[in-house]
């Protein structure tokens, strides 16, 4: 789970006789990741594509924009089919022609009914003017004019031209009519000139008769005749779409199959009679594609197992394999001894990283799109997704901890996971129903069910027999040691999982590198970081401290375990400046091996102390969500106080809401803090089922938004940080997952 599963690096060798053979059965294994061959071989070239492959690709173009017109996706699929050569001559070219011509006729439908919505918001001005339109055009000595533009602006240019002898201006809302009369020898733009300088806004005069109003109409009736015949044409595609589909879908599958083998060899080294083929399978896999492709070709190839990736102490990111040098000529004579590129040793294009396949089990997997959100793990990295899936939903669980809200998230992740086919939405259906079900647990422990302490009443207090829940939140006075508590355990649940994270990156480092970085580089933060935390909780500060450091594992504290804070470990006394204890002195050299290993991180030494109480954060979003369904609750249901000052506690009014001086369970009611909307008349019971409603929709949203992105904030800037780069490439085998076609 911690490393990636383990990659080989294989060669195929052999005769360009059996070089499609050899394609064919490596596709249907679906293993091999091909490496690209880079051109650096003398006497090695690309190989070309095989015959047809021109073809295939540009029917596989013309499927896909037949898909496109149709809008046709997964769903419309129907049952597997096989798709044959013939099929692809014969109903491809009949559903092209079909579909072409309609969407051509859609296409100029669309446009017609375009131009018509635009001659109807042209005539819309002329309707606002009035005046019919024969009237406005056709003159021999009139000459017309309609736009917009401020009118005395206008009758001053017109009266001031001079070659117009007189006017008359007709006015709508907002458009006005010129009609001018021009002097006899005038240009017949007389009128268009001297309203350049008014600023006026003309429009174009339609070349038609009657009123605008009917030709409105017209225009009207006209978009509505285009649009039924649309219509028509969608429907018509819709009913192509219907017959079509499940062909084109599996049409596109076969030939992105087809282009996919005969493509293949452009990623080879060839010469005129051989080929080598290079790629990374899974090692576990190796027998399985050796003898897949020996049982179709015999021994007129040669597969090898190049290169092994795995960890070494020298720096070298893998270790290659030793391969004798007669193996790489293939066993038929046709293969040229050429087929290596040095002669002897075994041939390898490039230094090409193993891509990555996260090796993790079904419940761990969906987690994974939280770390690739981030980056791909590198292959030679630990993959952290397993102590995300022990980590995040607790965290998120933790910090929510209600009954209620837990059983509607793990809700909302069932649908995402068995409703959607994606797996995006499948992993997050799959990390949200972990989250939910450690949110009910916790939910549980504290006894609540909506903010509501039911469980705690009526199972913990009610068949157990316990005074309360077995852990609580910490909102009351009377709980307040709780809230304090959670303090400490977010710290301790810091130094937990940072101590993780650096221990991780000193394997790493030792690993990939030797002892002195391991030390260096991750030692040092590890003997700070627990260095300064021992000190903090020994007795060397228990003068200066908050108590609570101390009382909250005590034997009479909220976490009874017996733990009182570790003994104070003095070494010696330097005077003026005080003991110097063991954790201190821990600490210290952690300080000075960091200095020695990476001198400028030492600015950042204080990191050990707020990457830690950034964990605090758990316990606040725990208190702010507490206290949000608090509040929700307590404007429904109301809320009495028993008890005072620092024994105060606060209880629901869930049947009735007491008075003051009321005995609760051997307590008095002391205060009534809110009398609660379910309590008034039936006005306010209305109103308090919408509070009631949507103060918890609010708090369930909130829930992933302040503690799902907070825990993920700790995974990722706290955790990750410590060890994890990424930049793993993706593991993209040379085959295809069959969803449309069967070839049986």
Wanted: no cysteine.
């Amino acid at each position: 789970m911690l490393r990636p599963e383990q990659m080989s690096k294989v060669s195929v060798t052999g005769s360009k006789a059996v070089m499609d053979d050899v394609i064919e059965t490596a596709h249907g294994l679906n293993l091999l990741h091909v490496t690209e061959y880079d051109g650096s071989w003398e006497g090695f070239q690309p190989g070309s594509p095989i015959e047809g492959a021109e073809e295939s690709s540009d029917r596989l173009v013309t499927v896909r924009s037949l898909e496109s017109i149709l809008d046709v996706d997964e769903e419309d699929a129907g049952p597997t089919r096989i798709v044959t050569d013939e099929a692809l001559d014969e109903e491809l070219e009949e559903i092209r022609t079909r579909v072409n011509d309609l969407d051509d006729r859609r296409q100029e439908l669309r446009q017609d009914i375009r131009d018509v919505e635009d001659r109807i918001d042209a005539i819309d001005p002329f309707v606002d003017l009035g005046i019919d339109l024969d009237l406005l055009s056709g003159y021999d000595t009139l000459q017309v004019a309609v736009g917009e533009g401020d009118r005395d602006a206008i009758e001053r240019a017109v009266i001031d031209a001079e070659e117009i002898r007189s006017h008359e201006i007709f006015a709508g809302d907002g458009v006005l009519g010129i009609f001018a009369y021009p002097a006899s020898d005038a240009d017949a733009s007389a009128l268009t000139d001297a309203l350049v300088s008014a600023d006026f806004n003309s429009y174009e005069i339609p070349d038609a008769d009657g009123t605008p109003g009917e030709y409105k109409k017209e225009l009207e009736h006209e978009k509505q005749q285009l649009e039924s015949k649309l219509s028509t044409v969608e429907s018509e595609l819709e009913a192509e779409k219907m017959d079509a589909a499940g062909f084109l879908l599996a049409a596109e599958e076969k030939l992105s199959i087809d282009v996919q083998k005969t493509e293949a060899p452009l990623s080879f080294a060839t010469t005129e009679n051989a080929f080598v083929a290079e790629g990374w399978i899974p090692t576990e896999r190796y027998t399985e594609f050796t003898s897949a492709i020996k049982d179709e070709v015999g021994e007129r190839v040669e597969i090898e197992e190049l290169e092994r990736a795995t960890f070494s102490k020298d720096g070298t990111d893998h270790v290659r394999e030793d391969v004798d040098a007669g193996g790489a000529a293939a066993a038929d004579g046709g293969a040229e001894a050429d087929a290596r590129a040095d002669g002897g040793s075994a041939v390898v294009m490039g230094d090409d990283e193993p891509p990555t396949v996260q090796d993790n089990p079904g419940p761990v997997k969906p987690f994974e799109i939280l770390v690739q959100a981030v980056n791909r793990p590198s292959y030679y990295e630990f993959d952290p997704t397993v102590v995300l899936f022990l980590t995040f939903p607790a965290f998120f669980g933790f910090m929510i901890g209600d009954l209620g809200y837990g059983l509607i998230y793990t809700g909302i992740g069932y649908y995402l996971y068995s409703n959607f086919e994606s797996p995006a939405f499948r992993s997050m259906g799959g990390v949200t129903i972990a989250a939910g079900i450690f949110t009910a647990i916790f939910g549980t422990l504290y006894g609540e069910v909506f903010g509501l302490h039911l469980i705690a009443t009526y199972f913990w207090e009610g068949v157990v027999g316990l005074s309360h829940a077995p852990i609580e939140k910490g909102l009351s006075p009377a709980g307040i040691d709780w809230a304090r508590g959670w303090l400490v355990v977010s710290v301790l649940v810091g130094i937990l999982h940072l101590n993780v994270a650096w221990i991780f990156g000193f394997f790493e480092d030792l690993e990939l590198h030797d002892l002195e970085h391991a030390i260096y580089e991750n030692g040092s933060w590890l003997l700070m970081m627990n260095g300064l935390w021992v000190w903090v909780f020994s007795d060397a500060l228990r003068s200066v401290a908050p108590e609570f450091i101390y009382t909250t594992f005590s034997s009479e504290g909220v976490l009874p375990l017996g733990f009182n804070g570790f003994p104070a470990m003095e070494l010696f006394t330097i005077p003026g400046v005080g003991p110097v204890t063991v954790p201190l002195l821990v600490f210290v050299v952690g300080l000075v091996l960091l200095a020695a290993g990476e001198p400028i991180e030492v600015v950042e030494f204080l990191n050990v102390l707020v990457n830690v109480l950034s964990y605090t954060r758990i316990a606040a979003v725990l208190l702010a969500k507490a206290g949000m369904a608090f509040t929700v609750n307590l404007l429904f249901f109301g809320v009495y106080v028993t008890g005072h000052g620092g024994e105060a506690e606060w209880h629901f009014g869930l049947g009735h809401m007491p008075h003051v001086g009321d005995m609760y369970h051997g307590h008095e009611v002391t205060e009534i803090m809110f009398g609660g909307l379910v309590h008034g008349d039936a006005a306010t019971i209305l109103i308090g089922i919408l509070v009631l409603v949507l103060g918890h929709l609010l708090v369930l949203a909130l829930g992933v938004t302040s503690a799902g992105l907070q825990a993920v904030r700790l995974e990722y800037v706290e955790f990750f940080n410590k060890f994890f780069d990424g930049g793993g490439r993706e593991y993209e085998p040379f085959g295809y997952e069959r969803q449309f076609t069967t070839e049986d």
